[in-house]
């Protein structure tokens, strides 16, 4: 099995997992935040730091 077969099965497995996580239609993503400025205050701190950035995107289903 080649990576990118394993990363689209480790991402649905976690979607799915997600999914059940949150029972009653709790919300985990703010649905006013800025991304532009949440993106760009992450890099500028990992820049700093020397550190990588980890990306994540999600939303309330």
């Known amino acids: 099995m080649n990576r990118r077969r394993i990363l689209a099965w ?3 497995a976690l979607c799915a ?3 059940e996580a949150l029972p009653g ?3 985990i993503f703010q ?3 800025n991304a ?3 993106i760009s205050s992450a890099v ?3 820049s700093r730091e020397r ?3 980890v990306l994540i ?3 309330n289903w």
């Open 10 to 12: 480790t991402l649905l």
């Open 17 to 19: 997992n997600a999914a």
């Open 25 to 27: 239609g709790r919300q």
């Open 31 to 33: 649905e006013g935040a």
């Open 36 to 38: 532009r400025q949440l």
């Open 44 to 46: 500028a701190t990992a």
């Open 51 to 53: 550190k990588n950035v």
């Open 57 to 59: 995107f999600g939303a």
